[in-house]
């Protein structure tokens, strides 16, 4: 008779323990916090395409057959050293006022030569109504070459040099300036880095 109550009570309290169990698991379960949703991507436009990084002007020289050219050594942060980059500043600006200058360059417009040697960038720059004024935009101090200038509600996603890049650029550089405040603009969107947004002490249109 002992024996069988024992069973019982063994009996008895496995069930309620299992029970038990089962109880705290299941408000365990329903306990668990669902993950957080992912932040919303910024939308891909023909902005995002571009790659405008910051720069460095290390070499300046006149194009030895368009005395209208600069041929530009610039750092934009790349492994294989300074991009060659021809520009149409003779007449704006002095050479030695663009060696070691800051700067901004749009990076993966295509390749192109210009009187035998080969373009790998655009410098950017603002410029007056007339276009009698030009001055290269400038990155805050202290930002490293190489740094990917960014836009607030555009997604950054550069794509390579080419024909694309070319027509991305073509689409919104109407929408380019630098405002009353000096800062570099797409539309109402300041070109941003780590430091602060791009400037010039230019108003009107960035080429």
Known sequence: ??????????????????????????????????????????????????????????????????DGLFVEKIDVGEEEGPRTIVSGLVGFCKEEDLLNRDVVVLCNLKPRALKGITSAGMLLCSSNDDHSQVEPLAPPAGVPPGELVTFEGHLAAPIAPGNRAVKAYGKIADDLSVDDEGRA????????????????GLKGSIS
Do not use: N
């Open 185 to 200: 603009m797409y539309q109402d969107i300041p070109f941003m880095t780590s430091g602060g947004p791009c400037t010039s």
């Open 1 to 66: 008779m002992c024996w069988f109550l024992v069973w019982l009570g063994v009996s008895a309290f496995s069930r309620v323990a299992v029970q038990h169990s089962r109880t705290v698991g299941f408000r365990r379960f329903c306990s668990v916090v669902p993950p957080e949703e992912p932040p919303p991507t910024a939308p891909l436009t023909e902005l995002s395409r571009l790659e405008i990084r910051t720069g460095k002007v290390l070499e300046v020289s006149v194009h030895p057959e368009a």
